[in-house]
């Protein structure tokens, strides 16, 4: 077996967590990956990066960086093979100072780390370099850093598929454990209601006023009491949703003082389920409770107050056969690599839901992430250097 070197590959991830680039903006990490796999070897013409920040709705530095790496070898002419990864991290890491403590890379501030996926970068860019060190025979490969992941899959959902050069199948490393083969993720509805009521003065008329606060509050009660919120059993169908930031008309705090009846709240939710109908469910059953808040919290005048409810599918739910090429090369190359394979779903999205939705089959591994979005977050180095060993072996298997 191929013998990676391990010092070389925990110095690139000691060099990609201490670049900050939270989701949006990635331009300074982008860069630096760019810069480490020229120093790998990679050509400068084979680095580029698309427009899919041009399609992104939300602001974005940066487009996806895209690597070409020519075949070599016995296996120049085989199917193409990608490898991809995402380059943000979530907004919590600004400020992450790595420290190396042993086997671990802890966080010198109070902050996330950024493991999530500072690993994945440097498992990608270490695969280039131990490929152009050890001459080994490998297919056409793609490496694909992905933007805006954390904040609803943007990059993997607007890649320049052109631009990829038409893998026939992906890896993607994102998560803790590298036996970890993920097949499968749910899929989810991001949604917002504005809720408009009337206001007036809480302690001279409050009873002229309708209170968008109160309209949130009987919604949500009646969501809970459904068993529509937290997670959703329903049957045999589950699901889970959450509601996340209410707000005020500015971002700021709903209402204007104590003694004003609030006149408008926003609030922000999802709703997620393997099972693609599901979670769609679970999101009309937020919609109706706040349509029928709406109705019952009237002033005194028999006026009520109004909810806009949108909703956006943010990825959709895939699972595939343990049959498939890709299934079947990644429980492989576990194995070769002395892993024991766990084939799993996962929970939560991953850019492989959107790859999956483009044609290109993919399977997520583990890089040592632990507790990633806390401010206890940590590396597993371990872990790490499985994952490095286990994308060298998947690229230069037959």
Not at 173 to 198: L, M, P, S
Not at 271 to 298: G, L, M, N, P
């Amino acid at each position: 077996m191929h013998a990676i070197d391990r010092e070389a590959a925990t110095q690139r991830l000691m060099r990609f967590l201490a670049v900050e680039g939270v989701t949006g903006e990635e331009r300074a990490i982008g860069q630096e990956i760019a810069a480490a796999l020229k120093e790998a070897g990679v050509s400068q013409r084979a680095i580029r990066f698309d427009k899919a920040n041009k399609q992104i709705p939300l602001p974005t530095e940066t487009g996806n960086l895209i690597v070409d790496i020519p075949g070599r070898g016995a296996l120049r002419n085989a199917p193409r093979v990608m490898f991809m990864t995402h380059m943000d991290t979530v907004p919590l890491c600004a400020g992450a100072k790595p420290v190396r403590k042993g086997r671990k890379i802890v966080n010198g501030a109070h902050a996330a780390l950024g493991g999530d996926n500072r690993t994945g970068c440097a498992v990608l860019t270490t695969l280039a370099a131990e490929l152009s060190a050890s001459k080994a025979a490998h297919p056409p490969l793609t490496l694909l850093f992905t933007v805006r992941e954390e904040s609803g899959l943007w990059g993997a959902r607007f890649v320049e598929m052109d631009m990829l050069g038409a893998p026939k199948l992906a890896f993607n490393f994102d998560g803790r454990y590298a036996n970890a083969v993920t097949i499968g993720a749910v899929g989810a509805d991001r949604w917002e209601v504005e809720i408009t009521g009337r206001a007036s003065h809480a302690g001279g008329a409050p009873e002229r006023g309708i209170s968008a606060t109160m309209i949130l509050a009987e919604a949500l009660a009646d969501v809970r009491k459904g068993g529509w919120f937290g997670k959703v059993v329903k049957g045999e169908r589950i699901g889970t949703s959450n509601i996340g930031p209410v707000m005020g008309a500015d971002g700021g705090p709903a209402g204007q003082a104590t003694n004003v009846v609030t006149d408008y709240v926003k609030a922000r939710g999802e709703s997620r389920s393997h099972d693609a109908k599901f979670f769609k469910e679970i999101t009309a059953a937020y919609k109706q409770a706040f349509a029928d808040a709406a109705e019952r919290v009237t002033n005194s005048e028999g006026k009520a107050g109004k909810v806009k409810f949108t909703a956006h599918t943010d990825y959709h739910p895939f699972r595939m056969k343990e049959t498939l090429p890709v299934v079947k090369r990644a429980i492989e190359g576990a194995t070769a690599t002395g892993l024991e394979p766990d084939v799993r779903a996962a929970n939560g999205g991953l850019d492989a839901n959107w790859l999956v939705r483009h044609g290109i089959p993919t399977v997520t591994f583990g890089a040592g992430q632990v507790d990633p979005h806390t401010v206890d977050e940590w590396v597993d180095l371990d872990e790490f250097d499985k994952a490095c060993r286990l994308a060298f072996t998947l690229a230069t298997m037959e």
